[in-house]
């Protein structure tokens, strides 16, 4: 079993960073594909970004290209998200998630665990 725990959420103004971290306990997941998610009120889970251990591969939806980074520290069983340039849109519950990797990385099915979620909330 994996246990998730997310922090670092907030208020944040239009422009301003926010950095995010996921740390995780339970069992060695070294070699896990970890993700984050987020949630809009009304809207579903929509993929965010996604590292993979193998290579350090990262995926990101277009609309956080080059503001958003992810990155892991897997002495410390730990993910980050990186928020820069803020925007309204980007307010959410955010979400972070892990599973085997299997290949496909995009979708809520693709993960076994997730944490409770940490809301993050742009100003304009």
């Known amino acids: 079993q994996v246990q998730l725990v997310e922090s670092g959420g907030g208020l944040v103004q239009a422009g301003g960073s926010l950095r995010l971290s996921c740390a995780a306990s339970?069992?060695?997941?070294?070699?896990?594909?970890r993700a984050w998610f987020r949630q809009a009120p009304g809207k579903e889970r929509e993929f965010v970004a996604a590292?993979?251990?193998?290579?350090?591969?990262?995926y990101y939806t277009d609309s956080v290209k080059g503001r958003f980074t992810i990155s892991r520290d897997n002495t410390k069983n730990t993910v980050y998200l990186q928020m820069n340039s803020l925007k309204p849109e980007d307010t959410a519950v955010y979400y972070c998630?892990?599973?085997?990797?299997?290949?496909?990385?995009?979708?809520?099915?693709?993960?076994?665990?997730w944490g409770q979620g940490t809301q993050v909330t742009v100003s304009s």
């Open positions: 998630a892990a599973g085997r990797d299997s290949g496909s990385y995009y979708a809520a099915h693709d993960y076994d665990y």
């Open positions: 590292i993979r251990w193998s290579a350090y591969s990262t």
């Open positions: 339970g069992r060695t997941f070294s070699n896990l594909l």
